[in-house]
């Protein structure tokens, strides 16, 4: 049991340990904002998928083509328009109106003094907000002015940030003013008029600095103000914050100005139901000419409507903040130690389906915490962790399987061994084992000098291992002059047998070939016997810590050594066992057959000489002699 727990953690460990180095790496990308585009990406998604969310505590009226048109398509919007309109809604209940409309320079005095006499009016009330611009000035912050200081009683930014895809996704709920005061937008000015916090009590509390709050109402379902609670100021400044889109554009109940205007101008009190009661109503322009649209991951909207949104974000606390720092590290430490331990007790192919399995579970899980809780739960550091943590374990891999393998196979059986992989570490397999010893090789070296016999020997080995892996064969050694070679590992090969045979018979053609040509060089001929023995065998990575190798062991193998030997006695050049034959016997034309005593072996072993490889089985097979069918 103890070695058992060993080799486990012998193998596991290695894993975790990468997997947290890697994952380490991972989580210093991404603090450096190297994800920062895939997150913006994922969060996109999500909104996009996202069922809408009903506001219905919020609405817009649209300054459309229509009533700009019957304003006579003129810039500046007419104040006069503007007052009736925000005037004849607050005087329908709307909680709070909010003009998504920039005042800063005169038009028509009488004009001019319908909007301020309008704004004066609901001044005490708190319930009447405009929009300014923010500009920069010595380090902070300041509202550029309206046309008259009786408007900026409550007033808020409206300067959004624009992502480099010229997309909007973020608001920046405050921005840093003089002396320690912050600077409300115009979306944080709607939220909290709409929980009666007037813009004296705005003041103070956007005056207390970072370590200071500032009171915000949140809502319920309905839309109504459940309570206020304070939201820390260094919180809203600390960064921008994600806008959680109730849907796509025309999600949030919108209504064209015009015949609004119509109604307050007819002087008809409005009805105690409308549309506009204890509702946060915002009034902006959506007519072509105010080129006021912008992308944003659900659709393109105008700049009121995304300013409706923010409100929405603010109230019901949907600011996509991120979770407790120690449960994204948790989730990637999890997915880090899953990982790792798939890719060690799982086949690679089903390692990827459970790495795939694990990021739809993941993913499925962020998605819950954002559409339930707001929450953006991190999965794409987790996610590159995973994939570097694969991409590494494989090239890893591949290097092992290259130095185990790379020298004494193929190129095709190597790819094959890369590709679908190779229990290296030691199994049981039936293959076929082809031993080869040269003739003559000792009196060849007295002969001949060190050099001349190092020659040879290249030029003969380089043709015999050509023939071994030109037949999915692996050469596992050279002894002395002899090769050791063996068919059907470490992949799965139904043909060992015939593979095997066929580089015997190709080891003497080539060895045939060289004699030719030494012949004419004035160099001695040689000679080979070879043996294929097919049977079972343990194959694997054996050694030392320092020197390993993979191999196959067993009495397959022995015997494969030992029948040939027989060769000699014989005299035939090819010899195969019982086994080899019964897996190739229609595709060789076979000579004598022996029952030889083996050392090692309480039974004769029968071996049977492989004179030719058959061009036609069906002819072939009348020459071979009966008792190789018995």
């Keep these: 049991m103890k070695a058992t727990w060993s080799r486990a953690a012998a193998r596991v460990v290695p894993a975790l340990v990468l997997g947290m180095v890697l994952s380490a790496g991972v989580v210093a990308l991404s603090w450096i904002g190297a994800f920062a585009g895939w997150e913006t990406r994922a969060v996109d998604v999500f909104m996009f998928l996202r069922d809408p969310v009903p ?56 004009d001019d003094q319908a909007l301020v006499a309008v704004a004066e009016r609901w001044a005490p009330s708190g319930r009447l907000v405009f929009a300014q611009e923010a500009v ?139 549309p506009f009661r204890d509702r946060i109503v915002l009034i902006g322009g959506s007519f072509a000419a105010s080129r006021d649209f912008y992308p944003t991951p659900t659709g393109l909207m105008t700049g009121v409507e995304i300013h409706a949104n923010t409100v929405h ?57 954002y559409t339930r809780g707001g929450y953006w739960l991190d999965f794409v550091t987790p996610v590159a962790a995973m994939l570097l943590y694969q991409h590494t374990t494989r090239a890893l891999r591949r290097r092992r399987l290259r130095a185990a393998f790379g020298q004494y196979v193929s190129p095709e059986v190597m790819a094959r061994v890369v590709r679908m992989g190779s229990a290296h570490e030691g199994e049981m397999r039936e293959v076929s084992v082809l031993v080869s010893d040269l003739r003559g090789f000792t009196s060849l070296c007295e002969r001949q000098s060190p050099e001349q016999v190092t020659a040879v020997m290249n030029e003969y080995l380089t043709a015999m291992v050509d023939a071994v892996l030109a037949h999915r064969g692996m050469v596992s050694d050279f002894i002395g002059d002899g090769i050791l070679a063996f068919f059907g590992a470490p992949l799965d090969e139904p043909e060992h047998a015939w593979h095997a045979v066929q580089s015997a018979v190709e080891m003497q053609a ?78 060789v034309v076979v000579g004598r057959t022996e029952a030889v005593a083996v050392k090692g072996k309480a039974e004769p072993v029968e071996v049977f000489e492989v004179l030719a490889l058959a061009e036609n089985p069906a002819r072939d097979s009348a020459r071979r002699p009966a008792e190789v069918e018995a």
Excluded at 201 to 207: E, G, N, P, S, T
Excluded at 321 to 350: M, R
Aim: glycine share 10%; with cysteine.
């Design 136 to 274: 920069e000035q010595s380090g902070g912050y300041a509202l550029r002015p309206h046309f008259s200081p009786a408007l900026g009683n409550l007033s808020g930014f409206i300067n959004a940030p624009i992502d480099a895809d010229g997309g909007v996704r973020r608001f920046r709920p405050v921005l840093p003013g003089h002396g320690g005061t912050f600077v409300p937008s115009f979306a944080l000015a709607a939220a909290a008029a709409s929980g009666g916090i007037g813009a004296a009590d705005l003041a103070r509390d956007l005056h207390a600095g970072v370590q200071g709050a500032l009171r915000l109402p949140v809502t319920d379902r309905a839309g109504r103000v459940a309570r206020v609670e304070p939201v820390r100021l260094g919180a809203l400044a600390r960064d921008r914050w994600r806008i959680s889109f109730a849907g796509p554009p025309g999600t949030l109940v919108s209504f064209p100005a015009g015949p609004i205007l119509a109604a307050a101008r007819s002087g008809a009190p409005a009805a105690a139901d409308n």
């Design 55 to 110: 506001a219905p505590g919020i609405a817009i009226v649209l300054i459309d083509d229509e009533a700009f048109r019957a304003l006579g398509e003129r810039q500046p919007l007419s104040r006069v328009f503007l007052a009736e309109l925000a005037d004849f809604l607050l005087r329908s209940g709307a909680r709070v109106v909010a003009l998504d409309v920039l005042l800063q320079a005169s038009t028509v005095p009488e």
């Design 510 to 587: 080539a060895l045939g070939r060289l004699n030719t040509r030494w012949r004419l060089e004035g160099k001695d001929p040689l000679a080979m016997g070879v043996a294929v023995n097919t049977g079972p065998a343990f194959a694997g990575t054996i050694g030392a810590p320092r020197k390993k190798k993979y191999a196959v062991l067993g009495d397959t193998v022995n015997t494969a050594a030992r029948i040939e030997t027989l060769n000699r006695q014989l005299g035939t050049r090819i010899l195969i066992g019982r086994a080899t034959l019964d897996a190739v016997r229609e595709h």
């Design 313 to 369: 974000t603010l109230l019901e606390r949907r600011a996509l903040a991120p979770p407790p720092s120690w449960l994204n590290l948790g989730v990637l430490l999890l997915t880090c130690v899953i990982v790792a331990l798939l890719s060690v007790w799982l086949p690679p192919a089903w390692a990827t389906l459970g790495s795939v399995a694990l990021v739809a579970a993941i993913v499925a899980g962020s998605y819950e915490a």
